[in-house]
Structure formats: C-alpha cells, structure tokens
C-alpha cells in the first residue's frame, strides 16, 4: 500500500517545500537536517504497512491471528490434558484406593490422581496437556510411596487430550462465523456452539429430525472422526445441557438439543496391481492409504458430495509411481461408489494391495 513511500520520494518532496533561493543541494545544512528525517519516515511507512496487513486475520501470522479474530469473540481453545481410568491393586491383586494427588509415569510423562471412580479405580489426569496424553497405555510406576500398592494401571481413556488449536483450525472457525449468517439460534448457530468446544472439528445440524422443538447435532472431532463420549457430553453441556427446553445451555427456550458422535463408514480397497521392477506392494499401500486419508477427511461432513467415487480411488491408484496398471479394483467388496450417510463420515478400514 505504502510502497512508493520510499525515502527519495519523501525527501524530494520535503525539498520540494524548501524556498530554490536556499541551498538545499546534498551535503547542505538543509539537505542534512531533513534526510534523516525522511529516513524514518520512510520506515515507519513500511511498519505501518506490516501492521495494516496485521490487522486482517491471516492463518500464517500466527503471532497476531488471536488479537485479530477477537473482535468477533473467536477464541482459540486452549489443550485440554488426558484423563483416564486407572486401576489401583494390593499384593492380594484385590482393588485398593490410593491417596488423591499421588502421582505416577508411564515412559516420559506423569500422572495425578484427581478424583475416585469406585472401589480402586480413579480418574487419572496425565500432566502434560495435549494428545500426547493419549498416547500410552498399561502399567504405573508411583513417583510417590504408596504403603501396599503392588500394581497400578492405566485401563480407559475418559477424556481425550487435545493440542491447543492451530491457527488453520482457528481462522477456519473465525471464516464460518463472520461469512455465514449466525443469528437467532439457526443452524449456523449450533454449528459455532458446537466448535466452541475443545476436541470438536466440525459439526452438522438436522432440525426437526425427532419431531417440532427438536434439534440433533452431529459432531467430528479434530482428525475428521467420532469423538469421543467426552467430548460428545461436553457438547451436550455447552449447548443444551437439561434437554428439557427450558434453555439452560447456549440453546434457547424451546428446542431440546441431542448431540451425538458422527457415524463412521470403514472403506475398505482391494486391488490387484502390475509393479515397476523391484517394486513392492507394500511400497504401493503406505502411499495409497495417504491418499485416499486425504480424500475422505475432505469429503466428512460435506454438504456438496457424499460419494466415496472408485474412479477417484482409481486415480490415487495410478498416481503411485510404481504402478503400471491396476486390475479387479473393489471397495467394501463392491465396484461401484459407496454412499455415505448424512451423519455418519468414511474412514479408512483395509487396503489390500496385491500382485
């Protein structure tokens, strides 16, 4: 915007004002006392050029994309830290309680005992917030000393950690809210409700679907598939939480909200090929599951296409270096598209490549 402001452009122009009776030629009293002036000027022109282009928000300016979505109350979520069941037992192998805040690892991450479940089970909330959390489970080591703890261990997960939200994932939502009409509780509305909540990906919304005053709202989680039972109750909380009508979530009066996971839909490819010299199937199969991932994360919860198509399949197939050509191509044992309900997503179940 500023790009002709360059320190010539200012500096001729402040010469310009000076009288031509006076000596204002380089090396000049004048000449000297105005260009450094036009110096800064001229780089204050480029950093007021940066913050304009600041202001607007932008995916790859993470730095400042919080400040510039938070006029529209677009927060990003915070990580949310993993929480499982752990089982706690004596030498007899029978269930024991252990003190609440007594800590335990698995590898390298720790773990505190926050609330009890039941007779020897606790909710164990691992400390390093994000899905890292997730990652591990089986045997506890205690950091601390528990008077007759023989074994403990991590058996469920009951809240699925999160990483805080990326950018992409917070300018997306930022994009939903300000370009498509949010107002008075409309399906667009359930939609933001929904992903207000950390661990949810996207949402649907299916009005009317058990009768008047009824309202379902199917969810995703970050990676495209069902999330889990705690993130669906947490959506259930966050938008209706009595599902009686009496609006005592973001719902208004009236509408009773049901929130479900997302169904998924395993697709499942065989297909025989012909290889390049030296090629393997194996080398075949890790690049097509990439590709047809990718494909079915584009096509969850789209309004547009609800196809899983065998041509596009086809495609990922042919666009593997060391396939010559492919044979008796099937997908859920079929050769034709697979048809994807409106609340469910595709995922990727088996590939079979073979010779």
């Known amino acids: 915007m500023y790009e002709s402001q ?9 010469l310009a004002r000076i009288p031509d009776s006076m000596d204002k030629r380089e090396g000049s009293v004048i000449y000297d006392a105005l260009a450094p002036n036009a110096a800064e000027l001229a780089q204050a022109y480029v950093e007021l050029d940066t913050q304009i282009s600041l202001v607007f928000p932008n995916p790859d300016n993470e730095e400042y994309l919080d400040k510039s979505v938070a006029w529209s109350g677009t927060e990003r979520k915070e990580a949310i830290k993993a929480q499982w069941r752990g089982k706690f037992y004596n030498n007899q192998n029978e269930l024991m309680d252990v003190p609440i805040g007594s800590r335990y690892s698995i590898e390298e991450l720790n773990y505190v ?63 939903d809210k300000v370009t498509k009409p949010i107002t008075s509780a409309n399906k667009n509305q359930y939609v933001v409700w929904a992903r207000e909540v950390s661990g949810v990906g996207d949402a649907k919304v299916f009005p009317l679907w058990n009768g008047n ?65 030296d090629a393997t199937p194996e080398d075949v199969k890790e690049q097509l599951e990439a590709s047809i991932s990718k494909y079915l994360e584009g096509l969850a919860f789209n309004d547009t296409d609800t196809l899983v198509r065998i041509t596009r399949i086809a495609n990922f197939i042919l666009d593997v270096p060391p396939v010559i050509d492919y044979f008796d191509l099937t997908i859920n044992g079929v050769t034709s598209n697979i048809q994807v309900p409106l609340d469910s997503v595709a995922v990727l179940g088996m590939v079979d490549v073979h010779v």
């Not at 360059?6 to 402040?14: D, G, P, Q, S, V």
């Not at 691992?126 to 058996?155: R, S, W």
């Not at 309202?215 to 909380?237: E, F, G």
């Open 213 to 277: 005053a009824t309202v379902k709202v199917v969810i995703l989680n970050n990676d495209k598939r069902t999330p889990s039972p705690a993130v669906v109750q947490a959506v259930q909380m966050h938008i209706d939480p009595t599902q009686d009508g009496h609006g005592e979530g973001a719902a208004p009066i009236g509408p009773v909200v049901t929130v479900v996971g997302a169904g998924e839909v395993p697709i499942n490819v065989s297909v025989r090929v012909q290889l390049a010299r």
């Open 6 to 14: 360059t320190f010539e452009a200012i500096l001729e122009r402040m």
């Open 113 to 175: 005992v926050i609330s009890k479940l039941g007779v020897g089970q606790f909710s164990v909330e691992c400390e390093t917030a994000g899905v890292i959390g997730n990652k591990y489970t089986g045997t506890l080591l205690p950091i601390d000393f528990i008077d007759g703890l023989a074994k403990a261990e991590l058996v469920d997960l009951l809240v699925s950690g999160e990483d805080v939200e990326s950018g992409e994932a917070l300018f997306d939502r930022y994009q």
